[in-house]
């Protein structure tokens, strides 16, 4: 491709002759940088010669912040050794070359994020799907299923942010499903009759479901009602559903009893009920219950009206109960201990243990659409108790409005609502309807869509107690303001510091915190990729979802510890503890004696754990690798972005690939393919500050198992790995932990990542220079608290920058 | 288009309705007062796979009417005089850039290299839409098998796409649960919020800079296509949708996942075809893969994701099994041909009055080569396209492949040979053949004159 045709530029600058970059115009390219242009490029792309019909000395210098993709352009051809040409005859070397391409790619950089951080008068900041979900619950008290087919999609993110605004784009299908979310919310809230309660149990099998032959025989033996449903591994049942269908949408409590039973070495039996029309998993556990004492397991789940299509699974891997092994017989089955079917394998060992992991299913129990007082109360108090009187219609709409949009509502707003019922009802709609047709306008309005921050009538660069408020809620729990912020914001004395450390007091003691420390996690470390390439059955026949899942709870758990029991940002580095559930303390090969098999609880870890910290955690390092091998460079990129907050330049185009290891030939690691093909002189000076940040994990496969070998192609026997390393500053270690220690001498860059992620999190926008000082006086309170978690939240919020639009 | 043609057209159309009776029952013309008048169908579709292909395998070697198809493409051999496999096409703003090459296949857009904020432009398939979209009840569809939606509105914003195929059946033919006139009061109300809500909107709007109204603006503009739409919905409510007779339409609801990968596409194809068929619909856009995690291909052995298979390595095996997978997946494209063909429409077969364009953003999938993308037009012989050759842009001025030589021949598909060699001028070639007034999309040069009779 020839360097295309510059376009006629609107230029800030025009240059001095003589091809010479002028010193007092040029202010913003580094002079060390000013020079390697001067000397390399501005011969063939100044004044006297344009090559390629490019001139580089009358671009602007404003590298990144004006729209210059020119620069773009020219750290693309340096980056790919294609300029200078190769046959000048003073080429510069190639790490000069990588300064500049860096420069110029940190000026890009800078430039977008002020780019992205530019505000207008007013922010639009769209709600996130969990925080639609969260805030119409709190609003209405109904549980919206976002992620069910044809509801919501999900958000775009940003470096891992899913709720910067300027991202977070409005199409008319964001549109059409905000009416139907709303129309779906509002029936639910206000159905035409109040439902009547939905109770019952049933057996997992019927008296009628009995084989005629048998049914008499077990009601002359008394054991009709002792009939059980046995679940061989991957095994389902169908009979959740009571006679009649759901009344109403609504949450409804399921209730199972069944047995589990484990085998001495294997998995527990795991229950998993799956909505296949939602496509949508309402729970899963495992069970481990013995055959004469089941356990009754209870769940609330959200539905919608009608039948339900519930598919119960016993999810674990095991013989398959298709061709011989588990298929149901016309024997009805009462206990294991009555032996085998003639097809079928043996149930139980010599001491009539079983064999495989089996679930017994008792019964299934139902109840329904629960709905707390509280609820209720709050959304009768949006919705006139008197037909056509209109006085209330004003005022029901205000209050909806005024909580909907976190603000209060003016006249002329509410006239527009009112205006709609009135409408209605002259088009001879039913009261209750009409009022609803208010209401739908309601949620579906810009006001309650996106969360603003500004006047559109003037500048200002504060927030007011009401945004504070929002601003606050959204950070710390996903949802609008309750009652007490609302209050506060209220009365104003939001901007008061006191008042706002004793609110994030409040609120992380609040179950609600969960839902930062998830999300916030999330997003920071990226979770969202864990599982995206997924890893290859064959090498990893281990990897399933439930461990895929353990693995990010491990996480996110980890973070919510940290918090909530005081710890420190060196725990995120390195710490001799973490959270493990039995599932995954196997994994790793740690004891699982009396560890929960859902959830997760805080266990130390041995010396000679390999574990500790974020950074060996699974699921960070599946998550910088392919599904199919590990990938150090990957590893190193994470690790600068969510340790250090700097992105490496990205990779020249069309770099050769690292070609394979032919089977012929011996073994070799991925890190000696690596470093061969790091020899190359251009890629080297960008490697030497990425690798050594991702070679300290070598002693972990694609998915976060320890190894000390690498199982590869090729002859021989598989290498060593070797997880030693140099940091750019000359620091060497040899071991993962050694490098976690040198990570740990530099806390204050770590502190000074994190406040930025959690500013860019908490302020829905990207961090620009005009918010360093802010972030600077954060960080020293950081340290000044010892780089506790939760200072660094509350100094964060109680901050000037937290106040600023 | 004169009179004459359009009730040649109408009258054709009520033709085919007797003779189609049995088969399928299209909406009654009479109910049509209100909506556009029914124009003669120029249709497209839009099929996207991802990760490039193996292109050591692919490469077919010779231009022109005498060429071979390579094996993973041996299946389109029956549709030779229907198709044309184009070499050497790229996007000049996104080469070397990776994983954004499905968001910008029909779009041709920038996107920054730096992982920055992206902004898209206006895809083909939207352009089309508005052109041809305005007689059917569907302006246009968007579809997924997996992976992400092709279509992005004017305002560079993506429109979603459906990937559930018992949703797309019932929003193709499905009958509602609630009465006409509980839907039109429905209808009626949704309008009427939507003009409040909008009003509201512009109220602040027009007190904000022009600089400061970016997300109003879109607000307001998703609002304004909504209501456009409800109207839409509106007019078409008398006109009962299509029924799809019970045996056909019990085939086109199962429940299959990939799992099953062949049946599961050949319902996603048969959904189109349906489409196409009742007319309800003229555009259609469907992604067969995302480029992260595309399931395997349990029938043909194959397990790793496609995105896995992409990172060869050059590791013979997988490579191996690479080409399986485009061999799958063209295989799976030809059967689609089949149907277009067999279903014909005053005698015609759909498939010369759509033009079916079937590729990918990425050609060399390990290094991110995205330069001699992987190309198929088909169809559209009623559109004045001019099928049976291969039209290579490499062979100018390489005069000859060497596959032998992988290194060199991934150069080829990681920089362009001919920087002329745009997707643009295919995508513009393509809008000009349904009668959009344009002479320019996004960065292209011009039309492909090979491939225009």
């Known amino acids: ?805 | 288009m004169s009179n004459l043609n359009l009730n040649r057209w109408q009258i054709s159309r009520r033709q085919m309705l007797k003779g189609l009776g049995a088969c399928i029952a299209l909406p009654l013309l009479d109910c049509m007062a209100s909506l556009p008048a029914p124009s003669k169908p120029k249709r497209s579709v839009f099929l996207y796979i991802p990760n490039g292909v193996n292109t050591l395998t692919w490469q077919i070697e010779k231009a022109g009417a005498d060429y071979e198809f390579t094996k993973p493409m041996k299946s389109l051999e029956k549709h030779r005089a229907d198709i044309t496999p184009i070499s050497g096409l790229h996007h000049p703003m996104v080469l070397g850039k990776h994983h954004n090459c499905e968001k910008v296949w029909l779009t041709g857009a920038n996107v920054p290299g730096d992982g920055g904020a992206f902004r898209n432009t206006v895809s083909a398939d939207q352009i089309i839409a508005d052109a041809q979209g305005v007689a059917t009840r569907f302006s246009s569809l968007e579809m997924a098998i997996e992976g992400v939606s092709l279509a992005w509105s004017k305002d560079g914003i993506q429109i979603p796409a459906e990937r559930n195929t018992q949703q797309i059946f019932n929003s193709l033919f499905g009958v509602e649960k609630d009465s006409k006139e509980t839907i039109r009061r429905r209808l009626s109300r949704r309008g009427s919020i939507l003009d409040l809500v909008a009003e509201d909107a512009n109220r602040v709007n027009k007190k904000l800079g022009s600089e400061d109204r970016s997300k109003l603006d879109e607000y307001l503009t998703a609002v304004r296509q909504v209501e456009e739409r409800t109207r839409r919905a509106d007019e078409w409510l008398n006109v009962p949708k299509p029924v799809v007779p019970a045996s056909e339409a019990a085939r086109l609801q199962r429940k299959l996942s990939m799992a099953e990968a062949g049946e599961y596409y050949r319902l996603f194809y048969d959904l189109m075809v349906m489409a196409l068929r009742t007319d309800s619909t003229r555009v259609i856009t469907c992604g067969i893969g995302s480029e992260g995690n595309t399931s395997g291909i349990p029938e043909i052995g194959i397990l790793q994701t496609r995105h896995g298979l992409s990172h060869h390595n050059g590791d013979p095996e997988q490579l191996r099994r690479l080409t399986e997978t485009d061999t799958f997946l063209v295989g799976q494209f030809s059967y689609f041909l089949d149907q277009l063909k067999e279903h014909k429409e005053e005698n015609t077969p759909l498939l010369d009055t759509t033009q079916v364009l079937w590729g990918s953003g990425m050609a060399y999938g390990h290094s991110h080569g995205n330069a001699n993308l992987p190309t198929i037009l088909a169809g559209g012989k009623t559109l004045g396209y001019k099928h049976g050759t291969h039209v290579d842009f490499n062979l100018p001025k390489i005069a000859k492949y060497d596959i032998t030589d992988a290194q060199g021949h991934y150069k080829i598909c990681s920089k362009p040979v001919d920087e002329n060699a745009r997707v643009s001028n295919l995508l513009l070639t393509m809008l000009q053949r349904v009668e959009v007034k344009a002479d320019k999309f996004q960065d292209s040069v011009g039309p492909i004159s090979q491939i225009v009779a």
Not at chain 1, 319 to 347: C, V, Y
């Open chain 1, 1 to 805: 491709m020839e360097i295309p045709r510059l376009p006629a530029l609107v230029l800030s600058l025009l240059l001095a002759a003589g091809g010479r970059l002028d010193a007092e115009t040029s202010g913003g390219l580094e002079p060390g940088v000013r020079d390697y242009f001067e000397q390399h490029c501005v011969k063939c792309h100044g004044e006297e010669k344009q090559k390629g019909d490019f001139r580089i000395d009358t671009l602007s210098t404003k590298v990144g912040f004006e729209n210059n993709p020119q620069w773009l352009e020219i750290m693309e051809r340096i980056n790919s050794g294609e300029m200078p040409p190769k046959k000048t005859k003073e080429r510069p070397a190639a790490d000069e070359s990588a300064k500049v391409v860096a420069w110029l790619a940190d000026r890009m950089k800078e430039g977008e994020a002020a780019l992205m951080a530019a505000r207008g008068r007013v922010s639009y900041n769209r709600l996130t799907r969990d925080e639609y979900v969260n805030t119409v619950g709190d609003l209405l008290g109904v549980h919206f299923d976002a992620k069910d087919p044809g509801a919501f999609l999900e958000d775009p993110e940003w470096h891992g942010f899913e709720r910067i605004g300027s991202v977070l784009t409005l199409s008319p299908s964001n549109i059409e499903k905000y009416l139907g979310a709303a129309e779906v919310i509002l029936a639910e809230a206000y159905p035409e009759k109040k439902p009547a309660p939905y109770e019952g149990t049933k057996r997992a099998v019927m008296e009628d479901q009995v084989n005629a032959r048998h049914r008499e025989r077990l009601r002359a033996l008394g054991l009709l009602d002792k009939v059980r449903f046995e679940m061989w591994p991957g095994d389902m049942f169908r009979g959740t559903n009571l006679q009649e269908p759901l009344p109403e949408a609504g949450i409804y409590e399921i209730s199972y009893t069944l047995s589990g039973l484990k085998p001495e070495k294997g998995r527990a039996p795991r229950l998993k009920v799956y909505e296949a029309k939602l496509d949508r998993v309402l729970y899963e556990q495992d069970i481990v219950a013995p055959e004469d004492q089941p356990v009754t397991v209870t769940f609330r789940t959200h539905l919608p009206k009608g039948r339900p299509n519930i598919e119960v699974y016993n999810d674990v891997p095991g013989p398959s109960n298709l061709p011989r092994a588990g298929r149901h017989g016309e024997t009805p089955f009462i206990s294991i201990k009555d032996g085998r079917i003639p097809w079928q394998m043996k149930l139980t060992d010599e001491q009539g243990r079983a064999r495989y992991p089996f679930l017994i299913m008792d019964s299934v129990a139902w109840r329904g659409p629960i709905l707390t007082d509280e609820e209720q109360s709050r959304r009768a108090g949006f919705f006139p108790r008197e037909d056509g009187n209109m006085d209330e219609v004003r005022e029901c709409l205000g209050a909806l409005a005024r909580r909907a949009f976190r603000r209060p509502v003016t006249t002329e707003e509410l006239d527009g609502y009112v205006g709609i019922v009135k409408a209605e009802l002259d088009a001879k709609e039913k009261f209750r309807d009409a009022v609803k047709a208010g209401m739908l306008a309601i949620l579906c309005s810009k006001s309650f869509v996106f969360i603003a921050e500004g006047d559109e009538s003037v500048n200002r660069g504060t927030l007011n107690d009401w945004e504070i408020a929002a601003r606050l809620s959204y950070l710390l729990w996903s949802t609008m303001p309750d009652a007490e912020l609302f209050a506060l914001a209220e009365k104003g004395t939001l901007h008061d510091k006191a008042e706002l450390s004793r609110q994030v007091a409040r609120m992380l003691a609040d179950e609600r915190a969960t839902r930062f420390t998830d999300s916030f996690a999330t997003q920071w470390l990226r979770l969202r990729r864990v599982g995206m390439f997924q890893p290859d059955k064959k090498l990893y026949p281990d990897y399933d979802k439930t461990l895929e899942a353990s693995m990010v709870g491990e996480t996110k758990s980890f973070f919510r510890e940290v918090l909530q029991g005081g710890l420190t940002l060196r725990e995120f580095l390195s710490s001799d503890w973490s959270m493990m559930n039995a599932g995954l303390a196997q994994y790793y090969g740690l004891p699982d004696e009396g560890l929960p098999r859902d959830g997760f609880q805080r266990v130390s870890l041995p010396a000679d754990s390999h574990r500790g910290g974020l950074l060996t955690q699974a699921a960070i390092l599946s998550l910088t690798s392919d599904g199919t091998r590990h990938r150090p460079v990957h590893r190193g990129v994470w690790v600068s972005e969510a340790i250090f907050g700097r992105s490496p330049p990205p990779p020249p185009a069309n770099v050769e690939p690292i070609p394979t290891n032919p089977v012929d030939a011996p073994k070799a690691t991925l890190r000696m393919k690596l470093e061969a093909h790091i020899r190359d002189a251009r890629c080297a000076a960008c490697h030497a500050r990425i690798d050594p940040l991702g070679l300290a994990f070598e002693n972990y496969d694609a998915i976060g198992r320890w190894r000390t070998d690498e199982i590869t192609d090729g002859t021989g026997t598989n290498p060593k790995v070797d997880p030693s390393g140099t940091l750019p500053d000359g620091r060497e270690y040899t071991t993962p932990e050694e490098f976690k220690k040198l990570l740990l001498a530099d806390l204050d860059a770590f502190n000074h990542t994190f406040i930025e992620k959690l500013a860019t999190y908490g302020l829905r926008r990207s961090i620009s220079f005009s918010d360093r000082d802010e972030l600077k006086s954060i960080a020293a309170e950081s340290k000044a608290k010892d780089y506790r978690l939760r200072d660094i939240v509350e100094a964060f919020v109680v901050s000037d920058l937290f106040q600023k639009r």
